[in-house]
């Protein structure tokens, strides 16, 4: 298609890939061969394949937490996608740095969440499609040509209608009950055993500005922990808290594993108090 | 090398892995280590690594159901190869689209089976393989350095003489006891728990044209399962057929796993009725 | 950057990956996302991801027995990290082919044993690394950052100050505690069971050297088991030992498991005789 504008290489968008595809089928390999049967000079990541089985919240978290790591116009394609074959809609999504593509049943709701201008596309020009569609995987039929033309050039808006139905889930905030508390929950149990809550390190700053000289204190399971900087700060196996790399708040043993040594699962209560 | 002909970069053909060492052992990395010494513009795809242990079956099949989906002239490795270092042959399978390297093991079966002209070499040019070889990693020093040369350019039939005494698997094919019946078999239980068996879209086809007017019925286990279309078409934890992605018929329970909720496991048998 | 010289794309070093991090979680891709944000043109190939989390000496062992297997000017990157945001310092060692970014805690230890020549850099040159350092994740923050400058072509020297007081680890060698035996330990057992020793091809003919008419007798818990050329010449699924792809002696159980069959683990003992 010569129409088509080349970038240098240098410039071709890097496409990232998001499944709970496993690692063992080759799922994950057919979707880049579909890419790179349309743009041979792609760039493909595998952020990860081993979303919980089904588990669209999990994919959600994970991609929210994740994209803008990578360079501008990077495209992220996520398909934890029990739905395919059914009327739900295959989408993409484009913000100001980022363009995202997937079946819309809520697997990008954190990036609506974050980003006030988000443009949503409905995936119906099907000549940009695998010539032969199944119903069982959309990831290679429509998923990855579309993100193959896109990382070629082709604007979003060539490729479906606009839509502002699109589904969202909805993920817990953390709420202040009172002047002088903050209450959250764990939101993912990372490789590590590391529990990720919901509370950020602004929802600290803005907890913290209440009661400038209190020292806050951080409840989980009826217990008080101790906040640290860093892991190796400490050296026995009890619980802590950080703030993550990702500025979350998070709930860790050094050297250990939190989730299993405490019993902390996702969806447990974290509570910071100002007291 | 200066005789051998570069590929602009966008022509290079794209090498596939397909083994059975796992993700933690550096094994495939190191193929890759060795294929970017000489070719530092290769494309390199996982197709998997988590092949069964030694299952030269498994692999064939992962292989089989895969290799159309890349682009024209992309190279498939396979390295499950307990017979390393005996004297088994390493070899290169051309056919009109794709080259496979690996054993000559009947790991490229499917291949030889959907492929009429099949050209396959038994790889004897030591001078394209690593300097120092070992008896237990051809990986390494045959199929990734032969892989790497020909995705320079060097033509198959350099790497050594034709042969047509290659081994093969015998893989069961569906049968066809009386007109109106066909009985095939579980190939390979996927990711999802899915059990895919190896009567074929087609087989299908061809079992209707008999009775054009009657519905067929699916038979596993002794007790009739439902067709659908797509996965979510329908809401229960039950046992149901389908057409997957790769045109094979499928057992698979929505949102759950086939194969340890119904207990089929590889070999079971599937039947289909028109009765 | 236009001072930076830009290496044609052949020329473009490769980072390898090496990290206890699983695959799982995203944190792989975001080293990855940092890398591609400096360099768009970079090559990164995981190495891999499973390291038994904070086991700096596994990581050591896998990084030591494979950086040699890429191409001259390869950038080895290694997170094995628990003391991560403490006063461990972050490195880069530059041997003569190979480049190493990691943390002081050890990781580097066989590559300054078998490398006489080392520079060892203390990375503090700020402006290479990510504008908001976390104290937890400096995959992202310093030595993927590093990597991708140092894949632009800025000398190591501008990353920081060379010390000599790095840390190292003492790994087992093999002694020989008479002329005619040897004694070594296991050092790793890969994803076959293979139960690889400390005792290379090397120290087998040091010691065969002292009585060149004696057969070597291979000592594993009070038992001798058979020297073998490679995997299938043996039959049944007894303990037999070879020299491995890596010159190391291997104990193995042909298409078996010899680690979980004869249960063998890290640290046993294995001899050898000339008696």
Redesign the interface.
Known sequence: MDAVRRYP????P?I?L?TD???????S??M???I??IN??A?I???????S??NVREAAL?IG??YH???SR?IHIVVTD?????S?RPILVAIEDYYFIGPDNGVFSMIYNENERCKVFHLTAEHYFRRDR????HG??IFAPVAAWLSKGIASDNFGEEITDFMKLRFPSPSMPTRTALEGEVLYI???GNAITNIKAEDLKTLQAQKPDVSPRFMVKGKEIAFK?????VEDRGLYA????MNYLELFV??GHASREFGITVGDPMGVLLT
Do not use: C, W
């Open positions: 290489v240098e410039n071709i890097i990232t998001t595809f496993g690692n063992k089928d080759p799922l390999a057919i880049k061969g579909t790179f049967s041979p000079q760039m990541v595998d952020l990860t394949h081993e979303i089985k089904y994970v937490m994740s790591e990578f360079p990077s029990p739905g395919v074959g059914s739900r199944s119903a069982t995987f290679r039929d990372d490789t590590f900087q860093y892991y190796s700060q950080l703030i993550n790399s050094y050297r």
